[in-house]
């Protein structure tokens, strides 16, 4: 294994991300969550008050419609609204309806077995599975309500002060 070999590995291992896909999951169930008990959200209103893309928080709604998370009511009035209670849906669960099996490093597969082509030369498998373990560990821990509901109040300032902005703008472009 060279250098260039063992900085591909770490980079692998430092450069972990939340995927898109589940960050617009985790928008639409935070807004959704906020609106009254019944109301129906559509992935277009998700968009436009959050600037994602529609395709893919679109997607996101629908695989978790699909994994009985949400309800989907079609039709002109229709929409999306949260059934399940997210304090008994882990952010494990939540990743892999939106996104497939969870793999926290890359030289992993699923089921925690390294399938790296460098498996044979490298010093730092047993420190990768152990970390994948505990990465895994935390997230099935975690609830998706706990991740929603962090800085509530700081998010709801924010989404006010933006809905305030596009009220202004729609008003002075009708003045223009």
């Known amino acids: 294994m060279n250098w260039f070999d063992i900085i591909i590995v770490i980079k692998n291992i430092i450069m972990f991300k939340i995927p898109r896909q589940i960050e617009y999951a985790l928008i639409a169930l935070k807004h959704m969550n906020a609106t009254h008990p019944g109301q129906l959200t559509t992935a ?81 498998i047993s420190p990768v599975i152990a970390l994948s373990d505990k990465m895994t560990q935390l997230f099935m821990s975690t609830t998706v309500y706990e991740l929603i509901e962090i800085g509530h109040l700081q998010q709801e300032d924010e989404v006010l002060q933006r809905q305030k902005l596009n009220v202004i703008k729609i008003k002075s472009n009708m003045t223009n």
């Open 44 to 124: 277009r209103e998700i968009c436009d008050i959050y600037k994602t893309p529609f395709d893919v928080t679109s997607r996101a709604m629908q695989r978790m419609s699909k994994a009985g998370l949400l309800k989907s009511e079609q039709g002109v009035s229709g929409g999306y609204q949260i059934i399940k209670d997210l304090n008994k849906v882990s952010f494990y669960q939540l990743m892999e309806i939106v996104s497939g099996a969870m793999k926290v490093v890359a030289c992993l597969d699923h089921s925690g077995t390294c399938g790296c082509e460098l498996a044979e030369n490298c010093n730092i």
